[in-house]
């Protein structure tokens, strides 16, 4: 092979190393700054929202990604949540809308299919941040 070619795809393979490194590194940015957006509306923790949705159990009934487990599908699949309009098609789509519904859903929609849970009002705003970052 001749020099110049071996230079051309030197730098063909350096171009394209560069542009996934780029690729990874806006992913990296994207995902924190949706995290910190997320914690910020909510006043709540992501991470420990992830662990109360493993803990309570939301994964049986729901697909929700990034939760070990949560493949159910009684209800609807929680991935781009945040940017829904509205929660359960009655509520606004806002953190403590979202709060109310994770605690008292058969107050707010009697007879609906998904139980009211034992969880405070600490670990609701956790269990909202997590789920304002699924955006897709």
């Not at 490194?21 to 957006?37: C, P, W």
Request: glycine share 12%; net charge positive.
């Amino acid at each position: 092979m001749p020099s110049s070619l071996r230079w051309l795809a030197a730098l063909v393979l350096l171009a394209v190393a560069g542009a996934i490194a780029s690729g990874a590194v806006l992913y990296v940015e994207t995902r924190h700054s949706n995290q910190m957006r997320a914690e910020a509306i909510t006043g709540g923790n992501s991470d420990a929202g992830s662990s109360i949705i493993a803990r309570v159990g939301c994964g049986s009934c729901h697909i929700i990604p990034g939760i070990t487990g949560a493949t159910g599908r009684v209800g609807p699949s929680l991935q781009g949540i945040a940017t829904r309009a509205t929660i359960a098609g009655v509520l606004s789509n806002d953190p403590s809308q979202m709060r109310r519904w994770f605690k008292h859903p058969q107050s707010v929609l009697p007879g609906n299919g998904m139980p009211d849970q034992p969880i405070t009002d600490r670990e609701a705003r956790d269990v909202a941040a997590y789920l304002y970052t699924l955006k897709h």
